[in-house]
């Protein structure tokens, strides 16, 4: 019955009903348009070799820290949703997983992941029961038969969900073998692009970070083992990315802090860490500099520049130890970028082929900072609301933080940041509703036309990711 | 007239008609449903002697600092509205003190004060006429004469405001007397239970702690006066608490820092506090390990612990020397939960028998930082919406921050958090209006199925705080 | 076409019909008001000479920051939207600016001056067609030929737009002739008041700060060169603005921080900014304290004191070599007003004479820390959104932020802070319209009667800026 919801064509539309049906008009022109994902975290190699999807819970739980952290929350230990690292351990079997997400199944409700997997269960998987514990085994059954079908593959999957573009996020050492492959094979129609993803290469607080920067300049530098080589290491990388058709680089940062430095006191900076020798607040200068330095880059190759700062990774030590990074212990904290990105800004920020897309998971700098930056700077975009603001409410939020300042034009467009490659259809449908749900307001409001209202929902649909990530 | 609209069946719920439809059903299935209050501030004396209540300004008016806060930004000086502390000087005359109110009454319109004065002067003092200046007389007699009818004393009001569990907040020296009378007594069918909040105690800043600290380890320790002594000093006063009922812990701190300290830099922290050679810094850090002191008691003892940190108490001096503590003027400032509740969490937080309700009165940190806590930390429970935020729009943004990120399994339930014993109800109603607004428009939107709703709504007002605060 | 939103008696208003309803009788009774701006930017000399209005560009584009901002942002450099800051440079010619927006047009859909525009278009200017690129010419002409008419002059404007005060933002040493000749002239009927505003004689970190010193002690002093000597020259300037008619100073600082020195330190920090050898903590604790002495001035001279903090001032600082000051790159940053103002308050805080307004353009202190603080203090008033955040939803956020603590009462009225003439009729209807909104939101949800609300918007748009701004 309650599955019944996410059949519902006025899902996530707003309840009055004049304004409803303008966002019913609204939304029936995306509805349809290809999906173009320029940011996420799909494994390229699993699309090109077309592997089959393993079963329900090693899809659609295990790997899932939005899944397993509610479920965990409510006292169910991880052991029993996601095998640890050390794989001499036992991992949980997958019937016995799944059986724990039917049982905590209402935790989710009104939660965005449970609006997902709703939506997943009845268009992807085509249950029409909503999943209980009750009926654990039958569902666990149902999306195996389905996942074994001939037709439930990656690339059939791609086409079905009609993406045009899906980014991924790479190592900068990745050979990128798997996105040259698929972009050879004429049977393949879609856009798999690469993305550098730097921050274990730029950050000396990074565990890996002395070994990393080493194998860089072994692979991809000039000969010179310096700060000089370093960059140098980069900018090869980057080129590499580029001819493998990647349009942006990712930057994982604690703050969105940036400096720049003169290159005596970088080169000194970079021998300090690599010597181990560094105070913290050395190696922060360091990152901070490193930051400025791929914007320079970024500025000269052509690379968008997308900045994810503001989260306690790993909150959880023991947590940490035992089932690694991206558990579900990842906590937000506040940022300030006014005075933090200026370093950047202030060499770059009006060169308009120069994009920036500034990201956030603190919504107080939506209308006090990233609206008045974006609003002013052409290479600033605002970033969609992302992780735990990827959500119906969040992102109407957003919209009302940000448009009076900054209007349409200024979005990146939606990002869905997924590992979960069968909830990308719900959550760019998501997405979708919203814009409509938010403009058919501001028409009702007599604040913006409803002919405009169809053009700018095109615009942030399907011209701003294009825009934006110059795809 | 105006008074009319404290009767109006529909009051707090949403204005379009389908989502208001769903929110009466929603609200019709938990109207009736006992109150439950696991944490305020009512005097057990009061209900244990079944004292009869004082003059309307002494019952609802000087007490309340949120009543004469409001009154005094007007421009009437505090002497008119409330006795100072000093007992020497005159105390205004309780006619003149509601006629201050009632002339003061237009200010109220939309505060969360006026809503439930309102809803007293309507339900709980049968008053049809709205108050005003120009029947302060009548309404004062009216309601004087209410407060001398029979049927109108504590024991009663307890019963017809069908109230269950009502916890107390108490010095940790408290005998606990009226508790226990009440316990023991066959007549009286509520719980009143106390609660442990030993600020007083734990914080060297506060004028009194050396003086505190030694009648605790007089009274409650096992002969050793050191460090170890006050900690099982406190160990003890806390098992007392739970043999007469407690089920909580409440911690009234500036901030949320916690810090985890060897035995032996306590012990130092402890005994500089003690002869008053701490600086400022060291205050701060014993109190914070405290926190965690009090946490690791939780974990064996089992109370609830809850944090109500943020509040720069007694801002304006003159006040608070001429009318003492609880005046008016605390005023919330930003706070910052991720890595000052850490470490506490990094010990404690995936005990799932660990109870911690965490409160803020910066909203910024529900989105941001409580929502993903509670999201995974299964000790972790969004403390409701508090103090400034007590209120129908607040609540509603509150939902709004934390649902999507943490479901609705996380809140700890209403909090009333009074010491306003007739407005008790008014408070547990306007809450349930809310969770039935809020329902009334996941359901209207497709986000929740009306069925889920009904379970929803009957666990936050009734289950919830059952469990969380282990009733 | 989308120009005929501009035209809809019912724009800005909640689309839910019965609300709908309520916020229209609501408007109909403050929609004839007469316009008070008690804080702006306009010129007074512009009025006193009836100076016809420049060419389209020139009035509406080019000095407007709001304007030139998003243009930017989309790629147009500003040498073509406004004159550089060198006389020998050239300026762009007006038809091309004008050309800028109206090619630039669909960037403003959504926004706060997208809407201000729009409405001027229609109701000053009387265009019925939208602006758009291929227009341009013509509206160009048919603005201009506007601007060329008999009444189409300032003073004409100033009676037709109801405008009964209008204050302007002064020099402290502005010999404020035209103020003077105003009031003098008995063809004139509206009140134009200045606003002593002494941020560069206060703050030595501004560049010109010591020569404003020098200049201020000169002019205004009583021959003493020292502390005391600057005090008195302060005092001087307050006055001799009061007996022009000004009603209030108001303080753009970075931050709100206030500071209580005792004389000696207070002459030391004078002299060595004198000097130049002071600390930039020493100017900060200097222009600190001038706030607090201009707030014990405020107590002794009654002018309203008004403080706007939170902006970093000219974030690109090429742009600001090349175009001056207030050309798009002020940007916000997070503020905290609890400590900081706690100095002044602490002294004056309880003198109910003392108006103190307080903006912010951080909105997480809005229920945060400026409700609680002027729902205490007589002296403190909520200042209205401002700058970025006075704008229809931030509006409604900001009423919905602070209602439910202070009221109604404790809010400044309406400020449109604006340079732009014939901007403020647009502005004021804006504000009235998100007044009702929002109050008939309350009524709808029967929080606050239909008879009061009708009551409290007339006090909100009349009465309030009259209370607050001593008019």
Redesign the interface.
Known sequence: ??Q??AA?P??????????RSIARSLLARVQDLPIISPHGHVDAAVIEQDTPFPDPAALLVSPDHYVT??I????V?LDRLRPPVDPSATAPESRTVWRALCEAW???????S??WLRDQFRRVFGLDQEISGATADASFDAISARLQEADFRPRRLFKDFNIEVLATTDDPLDDLAAHRALAADATFHGRVLPTFRPDAYLNPAAPAWAGNVERLIAMAGDGGSGFAGYLTALQNRRRYFIEHGAVSADHGVRTPRTLKLDAADAERLFERSRSGRATGAERDDFEAHMMYQMARMSVEDGLVMTIHPGS?RN?????FTKYGADT???????V?Y??AI?PV??DF??N?DFHLVLFT????VF???L????????S?YLGAPWW??D????ML?FR?AV????????SSGFIDDTRAFCSIPARHDASRRIEAAFLA??V??????E??AH??IVDLVDASPRRVFKL
């Open positions: 019955m309650s019944s919801i519902h006025d899902r996530l539309l707003p309840a009055d009903p004049g304004t952290r509610l965990h929350a409510s006292g230990p209402p935790l989710f409700e009104g939660t965005a449970g609006y306690f909150h959880h030590t023991d947590t579900g212990h990842d906590i937000p904290f506040a300030n006014t005075e200026r800004l202030q920020g009006t308009k998971l603190d919504e107080t209308s006090r900072e609206a008045p930056l974006a609003g002013f700077y052409p600033v735990f603001l959500a119906p409410d969040a939020r009302s448009t009076e300042t900054a209007g349409f034009s200024r307001r501001l009702a409001e007599h604040r913006v036309s002919d405009r053009d700018i």
